[in-house]
C-alpha cells in the first residue's frame, strides 16, 4: 500500500488535503447533531479554531488511507480504512462534518467507493464498522452499500450519563461481488 489514491465519483472526489481544506473545516459550525453521532458531549461543545482545524487536516495526512471528501469544490468531511494486513481487513469510518450534504447520498456515493477500493484495489475479505444505534441515517446508508449486522455491544459507550449501544456491521467480498453482480444484471 503506498497510500490513499485520489478516487473520482459522480458527485465527490476522494483526495490527500490541501490548504483550502483547513478554511473549508473552519467555514462550518460545531453539528450538535453531529457530535451527538460520533458519540461526543453536546452539553459542552467548543468552537473550532485555527489550530484545531490545522491538526485536524494533518491527522487525515498522517494517515496512510484516509481521504478528505470533497463535494462541489469543498471539503466536506472524511473516510478512512484502517487495514490490518495480518487478516486481509479494514475497519471503515467516515464523518460528513458539513450538515448542509445530509440526507443527499453523499454518504452513500462515499462508502461505495472506498468499498471498491478497499475489495478491487487492496484485494481485501472484509470490511467492519461500529455505529451507534441511534445513529439511523448511517444504519442505513451502511445496508444500502451491503453491510449486515453482525453484533451489538450493549450499552457499551457512557455518553452524557446514558449508556449508549454501538452496532457492528460487516461486509465480505463474496458479498460485495454479488452486489455489484446482481445491480449489473438490472442495468
Not at 468552537?47 to 463535494?71: G, H
Request: aromatic share 8%.
Amino acid at each position: 500500500m503506498n497510500g490513499a489514491p485520489m478516487i473520482k465519483g459522480p458527485r465527490v472526489l476522494l483526495r490527500k488535503p490541501k490548504d483550502s481544506d483547513i478554511m473549508d473545516y473552519l467555514d462550518v459550525d460545531v453539528s450538535q447533531e453531529l457530535v451527538k453521532m460520533y458519540g461526543g458531549n453536546t452539553k459542552n461543545i467548543a468552537p473550532k479554531t485555527l489550530d484545531k482545524a490545522k491538526k485536524f487536516i494533518q491527522a487525515i495526512k498522517e494517515n496512510q488511507l484516509e481521504w478528505c471528501i470533497e463535494y462541489e469544490g469543498k471539503m466536506i468531511g472524511q473516510a478512512r480504512l484502517t487495514v490490518s494486513e495480518m487478516d486481509n481487513r479494514a475497519r471503515y469510518a467516515i464523518g460528513l462534518f458539513n450538515p448542509s450534504v445530509w440526507g443527499k447520498g453523499i454518504g452513500t456515493e462515499v462508502t461505495q467507493l472506498v468499498l471498491n477500493y478497499a475489495f478491487e484495489e487492496l484485494r481485501l475479505h472484509r470490511v467492519d464498522l461500529r455505529v451507534l444505534d441511534y445513529n439511523k441515517r448511517a444504519i442505513k446508508c451502511y445496508e444500502k452499500c451491503g453491510f449486515i449486522q453482525e453484533g451489538v455491544e450493549r450499552e457499551g459507550a457512557l455518553i452524557e450519563g446514558k449508556y449508549e449501544t454501538d452496532i457492528m456491521m460487516s461486509i465480505l467480498n463474496r458479498e460485495f461481488y454479488a452486489m455489484k453482480e446482481t445491480e449489473r444484471q438490472q442495468l
